[in-house]
């Protein structure tokens, strides 16, 4: 009995043994794959590389201190399957959104570090894994997304392309002369550095709408510089029509009356 039960502590001693330097291995095999993939992979392919090579040993180190410990593996394989089967008819949506998530990192709409909006939430992508996607909000939320409702979604990358285009919706004065208006304006964009000169500001006039004269100046800036960028010129827009003497109009109504509207003078001082 002695005999065997140090036989037993033993293979406890192999398994753990197996165990501890497997996780090791895995932690620098990760690390090693994670560096290799970074100099030619996207960073959402470089994780799933360090992830892969992780589990990957660490199930052979399991495997391995199971079978020190004296386990069968074909009776356990079995069960597994069994088990494997009846959790993939418990849990579809998460086959959904594994399936999903293979779409999105081969569709690559966007990658680790993009900015995007998917309905009213807007942040930075921090993974994307093959069950969600997680995301950081401007106002430093954590939020995680389904795959399943990325693919159904309409996204938006708002950092896919190096520049952006800035539209602003601006009215006036139906007195004001609009080729004075737009001469204003390019002036504006021309002396704001954060404004490119190329692509040009684009002058467009929208129409006569119920209170002004509606238009549309569109400027374009490099993606780092957007929201400076549109912070800055509808000051300086502001600032620039006061100067020329450009009128915003506030909207208005016009009454018409059939009969004369009765007025009554009230006398404040009684």
């Not at 040009?200 to 374009?220: A, H, K, T, Y």
Request: aromatic share 8%; net charge neutral; hydrophobic share 50%.
């Amino acid at each position: 009995m002695a005999l065997l039960s140090g036989l037993q502590f033993e293979h406890l001693l192999r398994a753990g043994i197996i165990l501890v330097v497997g996780w090791f291995a895995a932690k620098v095999a990760s690390l090693a794959a994670r560096r290799a993939a970074k100099r030619y992979t996207a960073a959402q392919e470089t994780m799933i590389a360090e992830r892969v090579v992780l589990y990957g040993i660490l199930a052979l180190a399991i495997v391995s201190a199971l079978q020190q410990m004296g386990f069968n593996l074909s009776v356990l394989l079995g069960a597994a399957g069994i088990f494997t089967v009846a959790i993939g008819f418990a849990s579809q949506t998460s086959a959904s959104n594994l399936i999903s998530g293979l779409f999105l990192i081969g569709e690559r709409a966007f990658v680790v570090g993009d900015v995007i909006k998917v309905g009213n939430s807007v942040g930075e992508v921090l993974s994307i894994d093959l069950l969600s996607v997680k995301l950081r909000t401007f106002d430093n939320l954590y939020v995680r997304m389904p795959n399943e409702i990325l693919i159904k979604s309409e996204i938006s990358n708002l950092t896919r392309f190096p520049i952006r285009r800035l539209d602003l919706l601006i009215g006036v004065n139906y007195k004001e002369d609009m080729a004075k208006v737009q001469q204003v304006l390019m002036q504006v964009a021309d002396a704001n550095p954060l404004c490119l000169i190329e692509p040009r500001p684009l002058f467009i006039f929208n129409g006569f709408g119920e209170s002004s004269m509606d238009l549309q100046f569109s400027v374009w800036a490099v993606r780092e510089n957007f929201l400076d960028l549109k912070n800055s010129i509808q000051r300086e827009i502001k600032e620039e029509f006061d100067a020329a003497g450009i009128d915003i109009p506030y909207p208005h109504r016009t009454v018409n009356a059939v009969e004369p509207l009765p007025v009554r003078v009230v006398d404040s001082g009684n």
